[in-house]
């Protein structure tokens, strides 16, 4: 297995080389202090006009707001008793029980807008009493008990690159907590090749997996943005989507089989390749998001590498045309494996970002169509080459009849070459005095509209002050036959005095508003701390009671992260 | 909506016309009573080669052991009390609170062999106490928690075609029990087009429902065996699949949403298209064979009626060449939306009892070309032209190249045309003296040669005596990248004095043999009460004990459907 780097502590990217923090040894010796990653200037990541219609947009003013160093972040001592401690070392071994500063702190929340804030401010009130690394199943076992009895709250940690604050709850009965990073149950188990099946650790990340099933030409094929870092645990954790979902099945489709370790027991479930046997347990555990106990293994649905691979644009002159042609394409099973449709505002802003000669010709293309810059739709094709080529031609044919061009294959090329590009950016935008925040819901066909507008306003609403707009673009990112989702990304000028009680305020109104207009509470980011307020209005008091039930069953001191998923 | 047919009491096939049992008022008006349906003669129903076949191989003589008649049927009194009956009648109103023999009869159990078995003998001892019929959520909801009031049990009864004694649970505590007739909740309550998505009453059935979206050009598109009788919200709670669920997709991924009502409260599930708002509850619902409420509405995805549709037969030398064929399609996501491969045993049965010039002429191909009978595979195609084109010929050629030889579209059509067939037979068989049973289970590609094995191999060592042997055929009729389904027919001669306890001992070692090898308890026809026992088997003690939390937190008094599902 390749090396699996871990994420740098007040930003995204590598923590190892160019973007690393710097470790320095204390004085003492015993703690590392870290020094502030230094991220690039706003001016290398955003070229001159995307920078000049940001100011205009938002009447932002760059200026250098850059994160107080590492070293100096704020961290409680550990609460974990030394005798608690020690059980912990006695079960786990002392090389997998640490307590020092940079394994907190590398282990504090995870990668919102709202966790990079407390981390750059200087604020680690979040960071856990201890990092343990189990090696199997049956230790996990054993230390979720152990942790049960000690009233010690416990959070699985896989990548740690939640956006919903899922590793950022708060317990309510502030008991001691321990991060229970996966990162050495990170290898493959077994492999069926007959039976398209890979077994494997939680901790096993994307590129680590593609690289062993690549030696079989196989693929699993879950591309979220996150995959550099995000595990197989997390992602069964949380519902994950990827962004070849469309074709490939969304994460939930690709498990087959998980492992889940609670307080209470060892619970092996599925039954591949499909069961009538009772409800879906597998169902109960996927999205339980360390709140029914620590996934320690899955085994997942793999493919054939595709012999095939299209990528290619088309524009539409307006969102609702777009979101017309999707619709016929879904409901007739012709949808892309991967398809991004971007209304007018970010089909402008990934113009204004583009840069190079293919840019500006398309620029000059979409003008002399006299298309205005209309919306932008990415669509890629995955497969045998036959069947692909089938496909293609009919939702080609069927695009052209919803008023679409084609653009042509660089467009596609091109964002695929910056897929995972985005979380990197916005640490050059933070530096610079910008708020930067993205929320995704998902809607029906009929209702995707409606859900559009209630957001956008909402967020306008909230975020326009003192003649300041905010930038609200938005996407569709994963089409179904009966609806679609829907990814929006803010951009503000921070309020550099009250920031996370201006960005709270706004999610607040965005997420009242999307659920109202019939959006789901969230299509991919899972609901962590920042959603849990509103998990009753989406599933009824009696649902979350059903969750309750089956929580106490499990876990019946509540040492599963509390501080996610359950309102209190 | 079309007149929905109830089944005849002894047997398959809608009580009214040429096989229905007839009503004769009893002498005082009060109950009616019933003669006993007339089954065609076996002769009727399988050619005299077939007969002659399953002499030779099961030591069977043909012989008559016709059913009582219906009026003999022994029936206990009501042990509802008359209060009781009263604060439903005030809940429900007079018409829609029944207690007469015939209504209880029609309410007793299902279809499986065993069902049958004991209502030919004339046993219906598992006949409930009443019939009532709500006639909306809110109703059904009110009559829950009235009945978890009074202690009686109730058992939801759709179209009455369960085959694991989904209808004959036992309560342990012995109570009163009512049938919920779904009946009268059977309407379309709302047509989302651009969705895809049409919203109707739990009892609505595929007829109806199918003739209603063909108005509309759009299909639901699941056909199971029991498709002209079975019920939307018996296709959910039991986690149907359907003869092209392959293609469509099982019951579960048709649903998208559904209302539970529950002693407890009512529950709104799903969010289309997709969430990630926590673990999936409606999952839960699905399969909960009313252990945990009534499924009052179901929300579903149809799709375009299919502009074309393709049926053919195939033909493989060896069981495990269809196999490897099939995985093979598998992987590549090329298996046909109708695939149904049957085993030696099964496909010279087929033969057998195909007639007309055409089963001659296949008959003489398949010796022309030096195959023996091999193993029959039955593909069907459905979709836009242009894809199924593309698909057939890919997967065309690669069942070539795994030595299967195309037979030509006259099976495949003739195969369709008999699709509800085999139920209408079983009926003559039981008449001339057959056991005659199903089962089915699903396993991953690896494992499915060994659970073929084993389950035949068990099955013909139970049912295996003095020189008897039971005939014992499977086939394959559902697909997926990592496994398939396994469907058996058992047939053998009927030990007349012993009947239940002959199948009941086959089952119990059918069931121990296909888990051990790794097959899943049920693929699509639910737990029941015949099930039960292996459950714990199948999601261990501690999944047992997760879903008898929920049925806690939801039925805290146990009335719902308490005999099937969960172990006691």
Known sequence: ??????????????????????????????????????FPDVAEVLPKAARRHLSRELGWTPRRTPPAPVSRIRLAPSRLAEEGRLRLVELLGEEHVRTDREERLRHAGGKSYLDLLRRREGDASDAPDAVVRPGSTEETAALLALCSEMGVVVVPFGGGTSVVGGLSGTDA???PSISVDLGRMASVHALDVASSLVTVGPGMRGPALEEYLARHGLTLGHL????????????????????????????????????????????????PPASAAGPDLLGLALGSEGALGV??????RVRPRPREQQYAGWSFRTWAAGLAGLQRLARHDLLPDVVRLSDPDETRANLLNASGTGASLLRSSLRLRRR????????????????VRARRRAAASMLREAGAVRLGRRVGESWRRHRFAAPYTRDSLLDAGLLVETLETAATWTALPTVYDAVRGALRESLGRRGKQPLVMGHVSHGYPTGASLYV?????????????????????????LLAAGGTLTHHHAVGADHRPWLEREVGPLGVDVLRAVKQRLDPRGICNPGVLLPD
């Open 1 to 38: 297995m390749p090396e699996q780097p871990e994420l740098t502590i007040q930003g995204w990217g590598p923590a190892a080389g160019a973007r690393d923090a710097t470790v320095h040894r204390g004085e003492d010796g015993a703690d590392g202090t870290l020094e502030p990653a230094a």
């Open 489 to 513: 990304t803010v951009l503000a000028d921070r309020d550099d005095a009250l920031p996370i009680q201006q960005w709270l305020t706004a999610k607040r109104a965005a997420t009242d508003a």
């Open 295 to 300: 996934i320690t293994e899955v085994t997942l």
């Open 224 to 271: 979220p943005q996150s995959w550099e870092f995000a595990t197989m645990g997390g992602y069964a954790a949380t519902r994950s989507a990827g962004q070849a979902s469309t074709g490939v099945g969304r994460f939930d489709d690709l498990v087959a089989g998980l492992t889940l370790a609670t307080p209470s027991g060892v619970l092996e479930l599925g039954s």
């Open 173 to 175: 009965d502030d008991r």
């Open 372 to 387: 205005g810059e209309g919306c932008l739709l990415v669509v890629g094709w995955e497969g045998l080459p036959t069947t």
